[in-house]
């Protein structure tokens, strides 16, 4: 299931945990500028500072228009945080630091048996290594800051870090009617997406985004390659005792982890080790039967999702 790159600041979240949801970031302030030498790059992406200081990422050769669009966005929030007296550390994770957590998807088989190998699906890998940050919900992980605007508040009192807030993401709404990207996260978007659309043109656009989305499933659940390696997939986990809930090629991709997902116990991050293990152990041999039975179709089920990416009907 592909899903947006880039999220607004600080409310970036791991692949897993986008997986996770229907079960279940921040910032020296002042005046001083920050160091050039790539503290809020990604991987070997080079910065620069404007006149004022605000740090700036140079948008490597060759990247897609996303990527692209959020380096601007995030160069344009690092900029305006600084004309109002705030330090904004401008950060685009690039394909080569993509979220650990992401191995889980098969997508990678090589990276995605390792992952399961040792953490199954992820669900009680967190109880039983709670000190390994890389782990789906460790208390390291939930710790761990790992964005560099994760330090840019570090050092600022109370109210100096709700103007921080003010000026990054608006004053609070009223209500929730109200909520809106404002301030400058919403300059960044601005300047890397245009104008905000009217609401009837929104209407439309959204309509249409829903309208390619579905196309884009009948047309993946419609394929013929796919539709056969789906069956294939489902009679592999069938003789393993694995229960099949679709065979619909969009649905089978992560089918096994999210029927599990729906039937975790409540305190399935809380459970003490030795309560966590005999489920880890359960997990990961389901997980990686999973893998086995889904080969064939995720590696011919990706490329094709790329070039007609699907996010379910309720995306």
């Given amino acids: 299931m592909s899903m947006p790159k880039f999220g607004t600041p600080r409310t970036r979240m791991s692949a897993l945990a986008l997986g996770l949801v229907p079960l279940l970031a921040a910032c020296g302030g002042g005046s001083d500028s920050k160091s050039a030498s790539g503290n809020g790059s990604s991987d070997s992406s080079a910065a620069t500072t404007t006149v004022n ?15 692209k669009k959020a380096y601007i966005q995030e160069n344009a929030i690092a900029v305006c945080m600084k004309k109002q007296g705030f330090t904004y550390t401008p950060h685009v994770e690039s394909s080569t630091t993509a979220d650990t957590f992401a191995a889980v998807d098969g997508e990678d088989y090589a990276r995605a048996k390792q992952f399961r190998q040792k953490y199954g699906f992820g669900y009680y890998a967190g109880a039983v290594y709670p000190n390994d940050a890389n782990v789906p919900f460790s208390k390291a992980a939930m710790a761990k800051r790992t964005a560099p605007q994760d330090q840019d508040e570090d ?44 609401a009837s043109a929104e209407k439309d656009a959204e309509k249409a985004r829903d309208d390619q989305n579905h196309a884009n499933g009948l047309a993946l659940n419609g394929d013929a390659q796919l539709v056969q390696l789906a069956q294939q ?22 089918m096994v982890r999210l029927d599990i997902s729906r ?10 080790k030795d309560a966590a293990l005999p489920l880890l152990n359960k997990d990961i041999g389901i997980a990686l039967k999973d893998l086995e039975c889904g080969k064939k179709f995720r590696a011919a089920y990706f490329p094709k999702e790329k070039a007609k990416p ?6």
């Fill in 310 to 315: 699907y996010y379910g009907e309720n995306g």
């Fill in 155 to 198: 050092g600022l009192t109370d109210a100096q870090k709700k103007a921080y807030d003010v000026a990054l993401s608006g004053p609070p709404a009223k209500t929730k009617a109200d909520e809106k990207l404002a301030g400058c996260s919403e300059v960044g978007r601005v300047a890397a997406n245009g104008p905000a659309l009217s």
């Fill in 53 to 67: 200081g605000a740090t700036q990422l140079t948008v490597p050769d060759g990247v897609d228009d996303a990527t």
């Fill in 233 to 254: 997939f489902a009679t592999c986990l069938t003789g393993q005792g694995i229960s099949v809930s679709t065979t619909q090629p969009t649905g089978m991709v992560s």
């Fill in 263 to 272: 039937q975790l116990p409540e305190n399935f991050m809380s459970l003490s």
